[in-house]
């Protein structure tokens, strides 16, 4: 069965708002989360890595600002989306990284679309 | 660094008939190699992964793939595919001794499967 959840699956929000997005690693207390984003018949591009208990590491060319994580507990991630627009309309994928030293097991996904 | 290459964007195939999805790796240290599953709308699901060992690794749905030093490619193959295999499968692979086991993945190929 599934390991990680991510809740919402999916979300329609304004322009400016800001949407939150959880992953939650399910019997097992993950250290280590990664939060990917996937565009239309692309593939997944990570977006950063989250720490139980301390800051997040971004990748090259990803604005911390506006995409805020929180990973307060051992088995919850949490993706903020600040005054999302239109470009950030996409496939936000989350994965536990320390379950299994070498593998890492994914969400379910969120589609988020903003108007 | 480390890079993954996918060439075919599409594989068309008729049910029943073998099908084999090319990957092809770059890196400069040595790596572990994974295939996911991708069906619409859901997040990734795991196919099989090498880590060590024999260099053909069986996966779940009688997928299999083969590791090839040599050529730095990791092909999956299935003797024969079902309409259920109709889905998108990525290559990704991850630094070995990594700070994280972050994964760097391929563009995507969409295995669509006709009757």
């Known amino acids: 069965g599934a390991v990680v959840s991510q809740h919402p699956s999916w979300v329609i929000c304004k322009s400016g708002t800001s949407v939150k997005i959880e992953c939650r690693s399910l019997d097992f207390q993950a250290t280590t989360m990664f939060w990917y984003r996937q565009f239309p018949k692309q593939s997944l591009m990570l977006m950063a890595t989250s720490n139980e208990g301390s800051k997040a590491t971004y990748e090259q060319g990803v604005e911390k600002d506006k995409f805020l994580i929180n990973h307060a507990s051992l088995t919850l991630s949490t993706l903020t989306v600040t005054s999302a627009h239109p470009e950030d309309s996409s496939f936000y994928i989350c994965?536990?990284?320390?379950?299994?030293?070498?593998?890492?097991?994914f969400g379910p996904g969120t589609r988020l679309l903003v108007l | 660094a480390q890079s993954v290459t996918q060439l075919d964007s599409q594989v068309p195939v008729f049910e029943e008939a073998p099908v084999e999805l090319r990957c092809n790796y770059s890196?400069?240290?040595?790596?572990?190699l994974f295939w996911y599953v991708q069906y619409p709308n859901q997040g990734l699901q795991l196919l099989l992964k090498?880590?060590?060992?024999?260099?053909l690794v069986k996966g779940i749905n009688g997928f299999e793939a083969e590791f090839n030093k040599s050529q730095t490619s990791f092909h999956l193959r299935k003797p024969s595919v079902h309409i259920s295999d109709t889905a998108e499968y990525f290559c990704a692979v991850s630094e070995i001794d990594g700070a994280t086991n972050k994964l760097i993945f391929g563009t995507g190929t969409l295995l669509a499967v006709q009757p």
């Open positions: 090498y880590l060590s060992g024999s260099t």
């Open positions: 890196s400069s240290v040595s790596v572990y």
């Open positions: 994965s536990d990284g320390d379950r299994d030293q070498e593998t890492q097991y």
